[in-house]
Nanobody
């Protein structure tokens, strides 16, 4: 099976920065799109940013110019650099990846989610 493990969340003051990381592990053949989503208090989970294997990126309007998504294909890791953080960025951030991997029932392709990491922006 496969696993996504996030790290880097925490408490930061408005205007500050954080960098999230998400590493995929397991019997992985390949990873397609990787992305970050977030769930703010009382809201549904929403897209933050995605990145393809080739490095093409897509951002939610609310984070354009402040957040940067990147990936290291050799390490099966995706990052989210968050600058100029605002209180409204407070949320649980989830990593997502579409992966082809070897399961107990053979090769599979599916989306996987990390466990989430809390980001709190507050003075």
């Amino acid at each position: 099976q496969v696993q996504l493990v996030e790290s880097g969340g925490g408490l930061v003051q408005p205007g500050g920065s954080l960098r999230l990381s998400c590493a995929a592990s397991g019997n992985i053949f390949g990873i397609n799109i990787m992305g970050w989503y977030r769930q703010r208090p009382g809201k549904q989970r929403e897209l933050v940013a995605t990145i393809t294997t080739g490095g093409r990126t897509n951002y939610a309007d609310s984070v354009k110019g402040r957040f940067t998504i990147s990936r290291d294909n050799a390490k099966n890791t995706v990052y989210l650099q968050m600058n100029s953080l605002k209180p409204e960025d407070t949320a649980v951030y989830y990593c997502n990846a579409n992966m082809t991997y070897l399961s107990t029932s053979g090769w599979r392709n599916s989306d996987s989610w990390g466990q989430g990491t809390q980001v709190t922006v507050s003075s």
